[in-house]
């Protein structure tokens, strides 16, 4: 968060201010993109749970498991296979 912070030119706590009146915090949007990006690499780019964890900064891929869990409600093996463009 201090990154994204740092490249907006805010604190992070000033960061977090301009984004309340959108109903957002600083962990919120990183979260969101994150998972944007996981959907992205599992369905289209065809990247394994493993890789798709290690690029988006997880150093353990079963942390990014939960994660992608508590974000869609299923498990990104779950999700890979459901998007598979055969």
């Not at 994204?4 to 992070?12: K, R, T, W, Y």
């Not at 690029?55 to 498991?65: I, K, V």
């Not at 994660?67 to 990104?76: E, L, N």
Request: hydrophobic share 35%; glycine share 6%.
């Amino acid at each position: 968060m201090d990154e994204l912070a740092d490249l907006c030119g805010f604190h992070q706590e000033t960061l977090n201010n301009r984004l309340e009146p959108y109903g957002q915090t600083a962990s919120e949007v990183i979260a969101r993109i994150k998972q944007e990006e996981a959907e992205r690499l599992l369905a289209k780019d065809n990247k394994s749970v493993g890789e798709t964890a290690q690029r988006l900064g997880y150093a353990d891929p079963t942390a990014f498991s939960r994660a992608f869990r508590k974000w869609t409600g299923v498990s990104p093996a779950a999700y890979k296979k459901s998007n598979r463009k055969d």
